[in-house]
């Protein structure tokens, strides 16, 4: 396993996650069919984000989540795992082919009935979404450059008290490299001044595999 966060080395990283809630064969299994796809499965979240995840979800008692970057599923998995019972998750991605590993997983540990995907551009599905929608839990991890719109679309759907969640924020450690300046790390940096600046939040940005943003609407 390698990690995903920069600041681990592969020995720390197997000790974190062996110090987490254990995987099971759903997990393992759909970790080792992404890795089949190559270079790509690094869009992957890390295992011990993935348990982390499902707690906060417990925590919160989410009923209704939204996540924007689906891929091959696994932390659709990790959310859909958490909700309440007869919560629901609805998935935005584009790719047909990913997505397809993602519901056969969804299929396999029992959780498809509680997850809705759409395929199409995220930013039309969530345009598309009610104003009330009273989102207890949104999870951003789609193309970077949209970011910001996805973070706008969703904070004034989410009710007080619940929680947005954005992954990449330290994007391998260039936010703070001045040399770095190509579109992905500027709307990154954009991305996390917005969210520090906005008051209808609270926010930590967490050193959780490659920088995990968790933002209370107040
Ligand atoms: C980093 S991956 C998501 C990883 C996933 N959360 C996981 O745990 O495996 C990003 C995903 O965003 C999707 N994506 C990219 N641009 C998009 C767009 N405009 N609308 C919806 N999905 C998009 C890609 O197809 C890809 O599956």
Redesign the pocket.
């Given at each position: 396993m390698s990690p995903k966060s920069f600041l681990l080395d592969d020995a720390l990283a197997r000790y974190l996650v062996e110090h987490c809630e254990p995987l099971d064969d759903v997990q393992r299994d759909l970790i080792a069919a992404?890795a089949e796809l190559g270079a790509v499965a690094g869009?992957?979240?890390a295992p011990e984000q993935?348990a982390f995840m499902t707690l906060l979800t417990r925590l919160v008692g989410v009923r209704r989540a939204v996540?924007?970057?689906?891929?091959?599923?696994?932390?659709?998995l990790c959310i859909a795992r958490g909700l309440v019972p007869g919560g629901r998750l609805l998935c935005?991605?584009?790719?047909e082919g990913?997505?397809a590993i993602a519901r056969r997983a969804w299929a396999r540990a029992g959780l498809d009935d509680r997850i809705e995907l759409r395929l199409?551009?995220?930013?039309e599905t969530l345009r598309a979404l009610p104003v009330d929608e009273a989102i207890d839990l949104a999870?951003i991890?789609?193309?970077k450059q949209?970011y910001g719109a996805y973070y706008e679309e969703l904070v004034v759907r989410l009710r007080p008290g619940g929680l947005l969640l954005a992954?990449?924020v330290l994007w391998g450690g260039a936010v703070v490299d001045p040399t770095a300046t190509d579109a992905d790390v500027r709307a990154i940096r954009e991305f996390n001044d917005r969210v520090t600046a906005d008051p209808r939040v609270e926010a930590v940005l967490l050193p959780v595999a490659d920088g995990l943003t968790v933002a209370r609407k107040r």
């Open positions: 992404t869009m992957q979240i993935g996540e924007v970057g689906t891929f091959t599923g696994y932390s659709a935005c991605d584009v790719h990913w997505t199409a551009p995220a930013i999870f991890d789609a193309d949209s992954d990449n």
